[in-house]
């Protein structure tokens, strides 16, 4: 009995190893299997990194003036270096000494004029004055006609007489008005000329002087060397509102478009500052420079000018940013069938199959539609990872 019972023990002892032996390998063996699990990566769908311009701060607008030589010398300068001016502010006037001598020379032939105009009004009053003589001695020589008797053959001949001068005065009386008319015409013709003379002359000396005025308001900057040297500017005229001068490569220009939201960081502080794209050259800057240049070595550079919301020191150097709305996923995390291309997105542990359009572009993947920005995608799926799987994933 003593026997039995020991081998039972050892049975029941061995049986006992036997269980804990197969519950370590069923243990290890399950540790093995779960730790062959894939683990799958993901990314947050972000736009991609802004373009980032170099800009430098300009006067929004700038005019230069330069000397007329046609107009004559600078006389008079009627504000200083440096002066804020508005609108319409006169700045300097010429003289012209050619058009000054002859204006005076056409004010001595004026005089002439006006002699012969006196000469003419005293010829017609002279005129009219003996033709008020004649027109009395014609009234007096028919009181006499009428009066005169006519009873003897001398009164009749004395009648026929008085007739006689009444007819001669009748006839100088018309030649007289014809005198008149002719004086009364060389008045008319002399006013006439007075008048244009007059007119010349005032049309002369307006061109003695010229004034030139300002057609915007801003701070005026005068160049002394521009008053004798016709190839530099004699007055800058610089306006007060800025706006931002940066360059684009032919590679990011059709990035680009006019009312555009920028970001504007001067390079000097930490300061960011909105504004919006006013104007994108259509011709490149360098487009006539370098004739000697190959098209293949070449690369062709755009100004584009950027309104800033806040005015910044002139000259100030700037970097623009300019944000994309563009997301790009890697190749490796995008499936294609025959039918369409996909991805999986990780969204609530599971991976979840999600239909996508794609176009290619220099090698890299753009997304048209299926995805947006704060979505998980996960970047390298396999051949076991299907729709609503729960998987394990690490960023």
Same mark, same amino acid.
């Given at each position: 009995m003593?026997?039995?019972?020991?081998?039972?023990?050892?049975?029941?002892?061995?049986?006992? /190893?036997?269980?804990?032996?197969?519950?370590?390998?069923?243990?290890?063996?399950t540790?093995?299997e779960?730790?062959i699990?894939? /683990?799958?990566?993901?990314?947050?769908?972000?736009?991609i990194?802004?373009?980032?311009?170099?800009?430098?701060?300009?006067?929004?607008?700038?005019?230069?003036?330069?000397?007329n030589?046609s107009l004559?010398?600078?006389c008079?300068?009627?504000?200083?270096d440096?002066?804020?001016?508005s609108?319409?502010t006169?700045?300097?006037?010429?003289?012209?000494?050619?058009?000054?001598?002859?204006?005076?020379?056409?004010?001595?032939?004026?005089?002439?004029l006006v002699?012969?105009?006196?000469?003419?009004?005293?010829n017609?009053?002279l005129?009219?004055?003996?033709?008020?003589s004649?027109?009395?001695?014609l009234?007096?020589?028919?009181?006499?006609?009428?009066?005169?008797?006519?009873?003897?053959?001398?009164d009749?001949?004395k009648?026929?007489?008085?007739?006689?001068?009444?007819?001669? !005065?009748?006839?100088?009386?018309?030649?007289?008005?014809?005198?008149?008319?002719?004086?009364?015409?060389?008045?008319?013709?002399?006013?006439?000329?007075?008048?244009?003379a007059?007119?010349?002359?005032?049309?002369?000396?307006?061109?003695i002087?010229?004034?030139v005025?300002s057609?915007?308001?801003? /701070?005026?900057?005068?160049n002394?060397?521009?008053?004798?040297?016709?190839?530099?500017p004699?007055?800058?005229?610089v306006?007060?509102?800025?706006?931002?001068?940066?360059?684009v490569?032919?590679?990011?220009?059709?990035?680009?478009?006019?009312e555009?939201?920028?970001?504007?960081?001067?390079?000097?502080?930490?300061?960011?500052?909105?504004?919006?794209?006013?104007?994108?050259?259509?011709?490149?800057?360098?487009?006539?420079e370098?004739?000697?240049?190959t098209s293949?070595?070449?690369?062709?550079?755009?100004?584009?000018?950027i309104?800033?919301?806040?005015? !910044?020191?002139?000259?100030?150097?700037?970097?623009?940013?300019?944000?994309?709305?563009?997301i790009?996923?890697?190749k490796?995390a995008?499936?294609?069938?025959?039918?369409?291309?996909f991805?999986?997105?990780?969204?609530?542990?599971k991976a979840?199959?999600t239909?996508?359009?794609?176009?290619?572009?220099?090698?890299?993947?753009?997304?048209?539609?299926?995805?947006s920005?704060?979505?998980n /995608?996960?970047?390298?799926p396999?051949?076991?990872?299907k729709?609503?799987?729960?998987?394990?994933?690490?960023?």
């Amino acid at each position: 009995m003593v026997y039995l019972k020991n081998k039972l023990h050892v049975i029941i002892i061995s049986l006992i /190893i036997i269980a804990v032996i197969g519950s370590l390998l069923f243990y290890a063996f399950t540790k093995k299997e779960n730790s062959i699990k894939p /683990i799958y990566e993901i990314a947050t769908i972000e736009y991609i990194d802004p373009l980032i311009f170099s800009g430098i701060v300009q006067a929004e607008n700038i005019k230069e003036i330069f000397i007329n030589e046609s107009l004559g010398n600078v006389c008079s300068i009627s504000i200083t270096d440096g002066q804020e001016i508005s609108e319409g502010t006169l700045l300097f006037t010429y003289q012209n000494d050619t058009v000054k001598d002859q204006a005076d020379g056409e004010e001595q032939s004026l005089s002439k004029l006006v002699l012969a105009v006196d000469i003419a009004q005293q010829n017609l009053s002279l005129a009219i004055e003996k033709q008020d003589s004649l027109n009395s001695e014609l009234t007096e020589a028919i009181n006499k006609y009428n009066n005169q008797k006519t009873d003897t053959p001398e009164d009749e001949a004395k009648k026929s007489e008085l007739k006689s001068i009444v007819d001669q !005065l009748e006839d100088s009386i018309e030649t007289q008005k014809g005198v008149i008319i002719q004086n009364q015409q060389n008045l008319d013709s002399a006013n006439l000329e007075l008048s244009n003379a007059n007119t010349t002359v005032a049309k002369t000396k307006e061109k003695i002087t010229t004034t030139v005025t300002s057609d915007m308001s801003g /701070i005026a900057y005068i160049n002394m060397k521009g008053k004798t040297d016709p190839s530099q500017p004699f007055i800058t005229l610089v306006s007060p509102q800025t706006v931002i001068d940066a360059t684009v490569s032919e590679y990011d220009y059709h990035r680009l478009f006019k009312e555009q939201k920028v970001i504007v960081k001067p390079i000097t502080s930490n300061e960011q500052i909105s504004g919006n794209i006013k104007l994108i050259e259509k011709l490149p800057k360098n487009n006539f420079e370098s004739s000697n240049a190959t098209s293949s070595n070449q690369i062709s550079n755009y100004n584009f000018i950027i309104k800033p919301d806040k005015q !910044l020191q002139f000259g100030l150097s700037v970097d623009v940013l300019v944000n994309i709305e563009e997301i790009r996923i890697s190749k490796t995390a995008v499936i294609e069938s025959e039918k369409e291309k996909f991805v999986f997105l990780y969204k609530d542990s599971k991976a979840v199959k999600t239909s996508i359009s794609l176009k290619e572009e220099n090698g890299v993947y753009i997304v048209l539609d299926g995805v947006s920005v704060g979505d998980n /995608i996960i970047t390298n799926p396999d051949e076991h990872i299907k729709d609503g799987l729960v998987v394990e994933v690490k960023k």
